[in-house]
């Protein structure tokens, strides 16, 4: 059966679109007690690489990374079952928001500047399995816009390491996961009037057809964001009386838009990959602009906000100014009048 998704519904849960991704792979035991494990990290990197990484260089780049967790208990509580004379444990569907032990495992990347996808490999100390109604049993489920999860079978021996035979499994699900988490869609056609079935299996290579569909669909996100972030620099500009643009935030503003549209003429062409290209181009050029160091300083820092810097400054001049006035005033008055009487 196909691996749950948490949120229950047709939802895409893929992550936004950006030129660079981390990958962290997590071997998570649940008590060092029982088990200590190693695995073939290499293997996981080199399946990644030949199955999808190396076909999706020219969309983004990656980065892998890999840790062990030697402790990592369950926060939630698994219902037991007894099959024969062994006693079972499993999570039910409910549960499995609640699976990622936020606040006891640490796997947070120490790269907060790019998205961090994240494929756990779970190690029972004992057995465990996603329970789906009657008898229908998984050991996977993907997390929207954060990764994917896969449950192992218990190891038989407390000193072992994963070998690239025993993460075959694990492998399938992790690449199915990474590719709806990149909102890759699978290839199914049917043929209604031979009532045949032609269907990509799930944990091979791109296809032709699913790269196209891809690279259209980020093709639309990213002349959407392009747009939006050039018209949050028009209203920026506008908002903010005379401000001062420099050269090169105008170059590149200019840029992006020429590769906005050479990017509509290509896909308009069929030129998915070439248009592709030029919409990266000209989101990269607008956040650019946009978060441009002049640009942000004006706009958390505008002129009206100088009055109120340079108040307190400038408030000591002006009180002396005032008094030195006032008293000049006043002897002018007195001496006026004493020429009167």
């Not at 990656?62 to 099959?83: G, Y």
């Not at 004379?85 to 499995?96: A, K, M, W």
């Not at 009386?241 to 069929?270: P, R, W």
Request: charged share 20%; hydrophobic share 35%.
């Amino acid at each position: 059966m196909n691996p749950p998704v948490l949120n229950g519904n047709n939802e895409r849960q893929g992550i936004k679109y950006v030129p660079h991704y981390q990958l962290t792979f997590s071997l998570m035991n649940e008590d060092i007690k029982d088990i200590q494990p190693n695995w073939d990290y290499q293997y996981i990197h080199s399946q990644f690489n030949k199955q999808l990484l190396h076909l999706l260089k020219n969309v983004s780049t990656f980065t892998v990374a890999t840790q062990i967790h030697h402790i990592s208990p369950l926060a939630v509580e698994p219902q037991t079952k007894k099959e024969g004379d062994v006693l079972t444990r499993y999570l039910t569907p409910t549960q499995l928001p609640q699976f990622v032990n936020s606040a006891d495992w640490n796997i947070a990347s120490a790269v907060l500047t790019e998205p961090d996808i994240h494929f756990l490999l779970y190690l029972p100390s004992s057995p465990l399995t996603i329970q789906h109604g009657n008898k229908e049993v998984s050991r996977s489920f993907s997390i929207p816009k954060w990764g994917g999860v896969y449950i192992a079978e218990t190891p038989k021996s407390e000193e072992f390491t994963l070998t690239s035979e025993e993460l075959e499994p694990a492998i399938k699900q992790f690449l199915k996961q990474f590719k709806e988490l990149l909102d890759i869609s699978e290839i199914r056609t049917t043929f209604d009037k031979y009532r045949l079935r032609v269907e990509q299996p799930y944990y091979t290579t791109l296809t032709g057809f699913e790269m196209d569909q891809y690279l259209l669909r980020r093709s639309m996100e990213n002349i959407f964001d392009t747009a939006s972030t050039l018209n949050s620099l028009i209203t920026l500009v506008n908002k903010i009386k005379n401000m001062v643009i420099l050269q090169k935030i105008q170059t590149d503003t200019q840029t992006s838009l020429n590769h906005l549209n050479e990017a509509l003429k290509l896909l308009n062409e069929g030129k998915i990959q070439e248009g592709f290209q030029n919409t990266k181009q000209a989101l990269t050029l607008a956040e650019k602009s946009f978060f441009d160091p002049s640009m942000v300083g004006l706009m958390y820092f505008p002129t009206e906000h100088k009055y109120a810097v340079y108040a307190p400054l400038f408030a000591p001049i002006v009180l002396t100014l005032v008094r030195v006035s006032i008293k000049t005033i006043n002897k002018w008055r007195l001496a006026r009048k004493a020429k009167t009487q």
